[in-house]
């Protein structure tokens, strides 16, 4: 009997109809298998992973193979996506005993959920040195059932070994100059100078560490920090990795050029780097960053934007390929046959506009769509023409899947994209987008506690709590809107999210923060990681947002939490900048205060207050924050004791728990904020 039938997510909801008898992860299937005295097999993926669709499709699906499975196991699968906390402490299993790791992610545990066998993607046959699905189910299964005591002392000393794993011990205190001046020169000496990004193939966004440019630059002036965060995005922008037509990035590049993308896309890439092209053009007025930020913004509203107005997690890489075949990026390439059968006269110019070749940079004589002339001049009418007809085109090609499950951190990430895209565009849609995710998280992620879930679909709540990166990330996208809106209802939203953060997810010992709260379900050790992965870490997204909150409300114990959590940036910065960038960027605006900006006018009409709060908003100093509204407003406490300058509204700019005077035109408030 296959149980995954009613769950929320879709990538569990893909597997409802295999002939195994899949289990969600549950107490339940525990305990069936010590009824049955059977391994447990744990298959953990995601709804957008090409393999984990490929293992599905020739194990998962094969009766004979979910025969085996069924007689001999207890089959139970995980969307990591839905419990980050259960893939990272087998992950964590995975890469200590392989030196790798990956999705799908195949282990084999007891009834007490202890590994003691593991891998990822396994094919039908043997291949490659690897064996087969059917040689690894048969070897496990004559090993518990012939070797019982080995396999019992292997699974003891994992998790023993996995328990004395100590997380890197943290500094007192949280990093200084010297720290972040050391992570910037391993940051320097790991720059791909040619193609722009860090380390070779696979090339992943490195959008934290691009954030972390951007401050240091702004705090600094370090001209070296801009260099690598502008020439970093214009070779992402330029490349395959970025939809040309439509919008939006891929998850990375298999190449070191940026040029052939695993072409799936997720919402926490775009969302991240959404933000990072919009600080971009804050920093340097271009206009390709303000295309690629505005475009990426119209593409998580257009293509992952759910009726419910949350924003979903992922397309899928893989679509019909027009003969009923799934194949990987197939909405995305071109030949040069179909831009003729497209463009007619104008294939010529696409050709050589987006680098579509007769080899392909693809498979099969495709290519992807790139930017590769940086010389030359195109008729810009044009080539609007030409981008317009094949976006057309393809939207008439059979579209990739969607996750439509909403997981409320990534969430957090868009609403503070779409915030500050909106407000430095001028673009109202987008703030509406962003207020609508915001208003789905307070009214189905949000208990009557103050607790979050992970995730929801269809308005539907699912069942698993919510994890440290879904309080920071939340509670980060929450200011961001307070700071956009004006609307100080998001500051109170965030501060209940934080202090679940200080009572649930600290240390109160060590100012350490813990992945999963102290009252969650016990796992075989408690994860805890600093680093971040695709997105910030839960540790640093939460030490950025206390820190933001404590600006806002002169809050000591949200400083102090904030300050503590930043000690393992002081030991983790300058050893692997390239893997806690966002702790960096929180750093950065420890640093610099960060600056507190307190705006006051006559009404929210009043064209002279929208100036100044714009010019606030557009103000690069590292993480400062913006609350605006009138003399008598109680929404923020930045606001308390603000007055009108001489009946004109004025701009006040503190840090250190120093205020200048208040000024009262753009050009002084912008000088306050350099």
């Known amino acids: 009997m296959n149980r995954l039938a009613g769950m929320t997510s879709p990538y569990l909801l893909q597997h409802a109809d295999n002939p195994v008898d899949w289990w969600p992860w549950a107490p339940e299937a525990f305990e069936e298998a010590k009824r049955r005295d059977v391994p447990i097999l744990l298959s953990v993926g995601y709804s957008a992973c090409h393999w984990c669709h490929v293992m599905a499709h020739e194990s998962f699906e094969d009766e004979v193979t979910a025969g085996y499975l069924n007689e001999h196991f207890v089959s139970v699968k995980v969307d990591r996506e839905e419990r980050p906390d259960v893939d990272a402490v087998y992950m964590e299993a995975v890469q200590?005993?392989?030196g790798h790791g990956g999705w799908p992610m195949t282990v084999f545990l007891t009834?007490?959920?202890?590994?003691?066998?593991?891998?990822?993607?396994?094919?039908?046959?043997?291949?490659?040195?690897?064996?087969?699905?059917?040689?690894v189910l048969e070897g496990v299964q004559q090993a518990w059932t012939t070797r019982r005591d080995e396999v019992g002392e292997v699974a003891g000393k994992i998790v023993r070994d996995l328990a004395q794993r100590e997380i890197v011990r943290q500094a007192a205190e949280a990093p200084g100059e010297q720290e972040l001046a050391q992570a910037l020169l391993g940051l320097t000496r790991e720059y791909d100078p040619q193609r722009g990004g860090f380390g070779g193939a696979p090339k992943f966004p490195p959008?934290?560490?691009?954030?972390?440019?951007?401050r240091h630059h702004a705090r600094t002036g370090a001209e070296g920090a801009l260099q690598m965060a502008v020439d970093t995005g214009e070779r992402m922008a330029r490349g395959g990795i970025y939809d040309q037509l439509g919008g939006g990035f891929a998850r990375y590049s298999v190449d070191r050029d940026w040029v052939v993308p695993h072409f799936e896309k997720m919402l926490y890439d775009n969302a991240l780097l959404c933000r990072v092209y919009a600080h971009l053009w804050r920093a340097t007025g271009s206009d390709l960053a303000r295309r690629v930020a505005l475009e990426t913004?119209?593409?998580?509203?257009?293509?992952?934007?759910t009726p419910e107005g949350g924003f979903a997690s992922a397309l899928d890489a893989d679509s019909d390929d027009g003969t009923g075949r799934h194949v990987e990026g197939a909405y995305y390439v071109w030949t040069p046959a179909q831009l003729r059968d497209v463009l007619g006269d104008d294939a010529e110019l696409a050709a050589q506009y987006f680098g579509v070749t007769e080899e392909g940079t693809f498979e099969h004589g495709q290519s992807v769509?790139?930017?590769?002339?940086?010389?030359?001049?195109?008729?810009?009418?044009?080539?609007?023409?030409?981008?317009?007809?094949?976006f057309d085109a393809r939207a008439r090609r059979p579209a990739p899947g969607r996750d439509d499950k909403v997981v409320a951190a990534w969430n957090g990430l868009a609403v503070a994209a779409l915030a500050e895209t909106g407000a430095y565009f001028g673009r109202p849609d987008l703030v509406e987008a962003a207020l609508g995710a915001a208003d789905l998280l307070v009214r189905v992620h949000l208990d009557e506690?103050?607790?979050?879930?992970?995730?929801?679909?269809?308005?539907?709540?699912?069942?698993?709590?919510?994890?440290?990166?879904?309080?920071?990330?939340?509670?980060?996208?929450?200011l961001a809107l307070a700071s956009v809106t004006g609307e100080g209802v998001w500051l109170d939203f965030a501060g209940l999210l934080l202090d679940q953060v200080l009572a649930r997810f600290t240390d109160p010992e060590t100012g350490a923060l813990f992945d999963t709260a102290s009252d969650a379900e016990r796992l075989i050790r408690r994860p805890q990681d600093p680093t971040d992965n695709a997105a910030p870490s839960g540790w640093t997204a939460a030490a950025g947002a206390l820190l933001g909150y404590a600006a806002h409300t002169g809050s000591e114990a949200h400083r102090v939490a904030a300050e503590r959590a930043l000690g393992v940036v002081k030991t983790l910065g300058p050893r692997v900048p390239r893997f806690i960038g966002w702790g960096l960027a929180v750093a950065e605006a420890l640093l610099d205060g960060p600056r507190e900006v307190a705006v006051v006018g006559p009404g929210p009409d009043d064209e002279r207050t929208a100036a100044l709060h714009r010019t606030a908003l557009l103000g690069a100093a590292p993480g400062?924050?913006?609350?605006?509204?009138?003399?008598d407003g109680d929404e923020f406490p930045l606001l308390a004791g603000r007055t009108l300058i001489d009946g004109a509204p004025a701009a006040y700019v503190c840090r250190g728990f120093v205020c200048d005077l208040p000024v009262t035109g753009p050009e002084a408030l912008r000088a306050k904020l350099v």
């Open 449 to 478: 506690h103050a607790r979050l879930a992970r995730t929801s679909k269809d308005g539907r709540v699912g069942p698993n709590a919510g994890v440290l990166e879904d309080y920071g990330d939340v509670a980060e996208g929450f």
């Open 624 to 631: 400062a924050v913006v609350a605006c509204g009138t003399p």
């Open 207 to 214: 959008s934290m560490v691009l954030e972390f440019l951007l």
């Open 111 to 135: 009834p007490d959920a202890e590994p003691f066998y593991f891998g990822t993607y396994y094919p039908p046959a043997p291949r490659h040195g690897m064996p087969s699905f059917r040689q």
């Open 297 to 305: 913004a119209d593409f998580l509203v257009r293509e992952l934007r």
């Open 369 to 390: 769509l790139r930017l590769p002339q940086t010389e030359g001049v195109f008729d810009a009418e044009k080539i609007a023409s030409v981008r317009r007809r094949l």
């Open 96 to 98: 200590a005993a392989t």
